[in-house]
Every structure is written in C-alpha cells, then in structure tokens.
C-alpha cells in the first residue's frame, strides 16, 4: 500500500512539475531531444495551433495536417528560437507561414467553403441551438467576406487574444499597422452585421 501511495504522490508532482514548468524552458529540453518535453508542449498548444490555421485554410483535414508539420519544425528547430516573443507566438508565426503556403498551392480551388461545423450544446433547447447557429454562421459569413488582411487581425486578436504587439510579430508588421488595421477590420465587420440584422454583435 505505502509503494502505491508513493507511486501516486511521484504521479502528482510530476504533473504539477510538468505544470510548472515554462514554455522557453521546454523548448530548451526540446532542443536537448526531450521526447516527454515535446510530449507536453504539444499537448499545451496543439488544439490553440490547429484553430489559428483552421480559419486560414478551412479544412479540416489539411489543418491537421499543418498541425503536425508544425510540431515537427519545433522539434527540429527549438534551439532556435532566441526568446524575443512567447513562445504561442512563435508557434503562430510558425502555422501562419505553413497555412499561407498550403493556400498558394491551392491557389485554383475554391477556399471559401465552410468545413466546419459547431457542436450545438445539448443543454440548448432547439430554438436556442437554431438562434445561436444562425448568429455564427452570420458572424462567420461576415468575417469570410473581411479582406484576407483585415481577416487575419481579427482572428489573431479576437479568436486567438493576441496583443497588438503579438499579432504584429506573428504576421510581420509595425504596431501601427496592426492598429490600423484593426480600426478599419472592425468597422467593417460592424457595417456587415448591421446589414446583415445582428446589430447587437457590432456594437
């Protein structure tokens, strides 16, 4: 009973060490061929990854796809990244270049079909399933119809809740131009929801 009761408490520390521990310092047992360092990096970020290229690619299986090519550049270059940005925005800055890649060699197909679906909640009565499927759809056609820059602001700083600085660094642009930006994306996402009758959504 004692090994048992041992065996569970080096269980828990472990998960709180592993907790603990920061992104920069798994990098650099990464970079030291850390497999359980990987193991946890890629279970902190994976689902935050495959979200961000999913709004560029929409598609479902090519974003899994990136997903993994992704993590496997961290494995093979996590002794270069230098620290000047969190690590989730360099994981960004990584699944931006592979997204946009994917899409230039996509280029001739029609990439603005919607793949994904949302997951009504069974609690939801179904009017309320219905109202709140209608709104996103809305909301998502909306967004669809921002230009490919204007798009890329508001998935990085509303979806992914990216700093101006953050998002500036992921996509390669002064703050300034972030901001800008951000100002005329938001303004004409609101003049679509207007139009489209959610007005309370652009406020």
Known sequence: ??????????????????????????????ADGSRSAMHILYSRHNVRVYRFILRIVRDVTVAEDLVSQVFLDVWRTADQFQGR?????????????????????????????EDVLEIADEADTPEASL???????????CVARLSPAHREI???????????????????IRQSTVKTRMFYARKQLADLLKGAGVESLAA
Not at 154 to 172: D, P, R, T
């Open 1 to 30: 009973m004692q090994n048992v009761i041992a065996i569970n408490a080096a269980g828990r520390q472990g998960i709180v060490a592993a907790q603990a521990t920061s992104d920069e310092m798994l990098l650099d047992s990464i």
């Open 154 to 172: 508001i998935n990085l700083v509303y979806y992914h809740e990216k700093s101006v600085e953050e998002a500036g660094a992921i996509i390669g």
């Open 85 to 113: 940005s969190q690590v989730s925005t360099w994981l960004l800055s990584i699944a931006r270049f592979k997204a946009l890649t994917a899409l230039r060699q996509r280029r001739f197909e029609d990439i603005d079909q």
């Open 131 to 141: 109202d709140r499927s209608n709104t996103s759809a809305i909301l998502r056609a």
